[in-house]
């Protein structure tokens, strides 16, 4: 079956180190997406791919970084520079239409200690 | 630069009673138009989506959307609402005249149908 697979689905963090939460979709997707949810606030975009080996910066991307090797693959690192890093988090990916739906993964819900 | 506004929080229903849930947008171009269902600790799942055309839409688990472009709202409706409905739903807008895909998101409106 087709779609996007998040893991790990519950990921607890000492601060002070990264961790990376990974997104792998079979959906054969040009545009790929991380957003951060909090209670209250919606979904905020961290990191959009609209290609491969290309990505940009969304509304909340300092103390992220992503890569972009693969068509399939967009791994989120949450560094130690991230001040508040306690969040669900959740990947995306649409066809990179305008007129595109984006479909979700499970989320990672990361805790730091 | 778009954006996405849902004005309630929370609606209550009771079950077998119509809903709405809320959506107004703002855009520098034409709106494309989606409504996303969340249940707790799952990702998003696509209800429905308005791009072009006949300004009533219709998705999945019967709900629908209607567009309305003087009033710049996109509201989600069910005619008889379930206990099952209960979840989180957003709105999200793609404005056509941005340079992007990007998607902006609401914050949410939590849904409880009550038996």
């Known amino acids: 079956d087709g779609g996007i697979t998040q893991s790990p689905k519950y990921l607890f963090r000492k601060e002070g180190q990264n961790v990376t939460l990974s997104c792998e979709q079979n959906?054969?997707?040009?545009?790929m997406y991380w957003y951060r949810q909090d209670p209250g606030q919606g979904l905020r975009l961290i990191y959009y791919?609209?290609?491969?080996?290309?990505?940009q910066k969304g509304d909340i991307a300092e103390g992220y970084s992503v890569s972009r090797e693969k068509k399939e693959s967009f791994p989120l690192t949450v560094t130690s520079a991230q001040k508040n890093p306690t969040a669900f988090y959740l990947c995306?990916?649409?066809?990179?239409?305008?007129?595109?739906?984006?479909?979700f993964g499970e989320g990672s819900r990361l805790t730091v200690l | 630069a778009q954006s996405v506004a849902q004005p309630e929080d929370q609606v209550n229903v009771a079950e077998g009673n119509p809903l709405t849930v809320k959506c107004t947008y703002s855009?520098?171009?034409?709106?494309?138009l989606f409504w996303y269902v969340q249940y707790p600790n799952r990702g998003l799942q696509f209800l429905l989506k308005?791009?072009?055309?006949?300004?009533l839409v219709k998705g999945s688990y019967g709900f629908e959307a209607e567009f309305n472009k003087s009033q710049t709202s996109f509201h989600l409706k069910k005619p008889s609402a379930l206990v099952s409905d209960s979840a989180l739903y957003f709105c999200?807008?793609?404005?056509?005249?941005?340079?992007?895909?990007?998607?902006?998101f609401g914050k949410g409106t939590k849904l409880s149908v009550i038996p």
């Open positions: 995306a990916s649409s066809s990179g239409t305008h007129t595109g739906e984006l479909f």
């Open positions: 959906l054969n997707h040009d545009a």
């Open positions: 791919s609209q290609i491969v080996n290309d990505f």
């Open positions: 855009v520098s171009g034409n709106p494309y």
């Open positions: 308005y791009i072009t055309g006949d300004n």
């Open positions: 999200a807008v793609r404005d056509t005249g941005a340079g992007s895909y990007q998607l902006t």
